[in-house]
């Protein structure tokens, strides 16, 4: 009676066979789970990154009195008007009033400080290359120097960066609409699905976008 | 007992790796709304901006077509954002910009906007240019009528001093007729004469103002009867509530040299009976509930005139000359009119309050 409990090899084979499965059924879930987990939250910091950037051109650009492109493109270089209040405290005005007043009653604006948005290398500095985008400002219209570049826009607590995923900008001026277009593309390869000897291109994460400013009239 | 417990434990593992599983899913669902929440929370904000900006526009073409009053509210909506904007002048006073106190020092207007959009409310604010002021007082010539004259009409220089406004067609046959500003009507224009600055036909109407005789002749500082004769006067000095004014329950002459700035109120007809000058630096108002005419020997009036009724210079074969400005419900012309804006209450607001003009006053 006793030896007619034990298990047969069968039942053995197959009990084994059916953990197998499960487990790994369970742990490819598992698995693919965490990598689109990964994956959306890279999307959404790439998509949040993209459009903090955004955000700010387009801030900067509204507050212009002119705006013209430089080394193709793929520079913006913005007159600010000279009288404004910093209403963040990050050092930079950020909201600005006239100065005078034209015949008509219209507010009008001398030009204070340049602001430039451009591509550059990890170090921040003009024409050093490209892969990030960067901002800086000085109280005159010569070329930016390290010095001149804004770490409260490139960094958190001026070491970790805010915007890695953003690899590049281009713009457009239109002075007789006085518009600037802009394009922003980021990049990421979290979740890209991948199998030996190749790679599927279609699924790179990779997201634009572009939006067209009115500057100040 | 051996093979229960192996079983056992690949049971738990197989738990422990569903838990997981279900874990991270929950994960994923939890992080896929936070993150949409997010998105839509700063398009959200992307559009009030721009539906901001909208509103903003919106004031700079109140301005320049000059129908802002300051202060004003106005409430519009931009797509689907409900705006409610508080303009206030600041052209000499410290505004709070989102905390830091500033003083512009150039005539301007404060935006503090009040948006909602889809439940949440935004505060925004700008400062703009202040533009033109939407009071009759901003004109050489202000004709709440029509006017069809074979006069001469001119006005001052180019920009404030000369700009002439008339609800109404205009008509000026006479070519000699020169309006040095911008000649604006609500209706159409036919000029024989030059327009120096721009010609707008069929504008939008300002509102002319009509003055209540008891809110003057509350605050008169001298009240004076009927059918007074003010030849001349020494205004004391101004006060809180403005410089001194003048009541007349009646019908007033006027003329005369006149020291300090002040106000005459005539609730009735004014007859202008000779010149009118006033000490550097000095304003004089005349404001007529009723018609204002002026004799022959009145050809050079410096004060700025208010006539509820008829404007008319009878006929001295002379041009009358106006340096302050014409607010009329109607103009008669027999004589030739140039006036000249003295652009005082525009470049200063305080002034026109204090010098009572109707419609700025009280």
Redesign the interface.
Known sequence: MTRSRA?TMIELVL?VSL?VI??VA??G??VF??V??SD??TK?SL??QI?GIA?RIQATV?NADTCATRDGGSTLVCGMPI?G???DGDGYKD??????????????YTIGDSVWFYNADLTGVYGSGSGYVWRAERSNSATVAAGDIDRSFAYYENRILRYPLVNSVTFTVNLAAKTVTFTITGSTRIGEETSAGATDATNSRTLSLTRTVEWR? | MEELKRRGSVALIALIMVVATAAVALAMVSLSGSVRTKQIRLQDRRMVQDAFDGGVDYVHDMAERGVLRLPQTVNLTVGNVQESLALTDVSSVAVSLLGVSVTVGTPSISINGTLTYRGETYRMQQIIGRGLLSTVWQYAIYDDSSISTLSTVSTGSSGYQGDAWFNGSVTLLNGSSHIRGNLTSTGLIVDLGAVDGVETTNSPSITFPNPSNSTYSAAATVSLPNNSVIHGYSFSAATATGYPLIYCSGAATISGNFTGSGVIFVDGAVTIDGNIATSVGSHLVIIGNANVSLSSSATSLYAYIYCGGTFSTGNAGTTRSIIGGLVASKITLVDGLSSSFDSLVVSNPSEAYNLKLPGVWP
């Open positions: 298990f009990t953990t499960v487990l369970v742990s879930t598992y789970a965490s689109r987990l959306a939250y959404s998509y949040d459009g955000d509204r009288d209040v910093d209403t909201m600005y009033y006239p100065d005078g007043v034209d015949s008509q009653g219209n507010g009008t009239n």
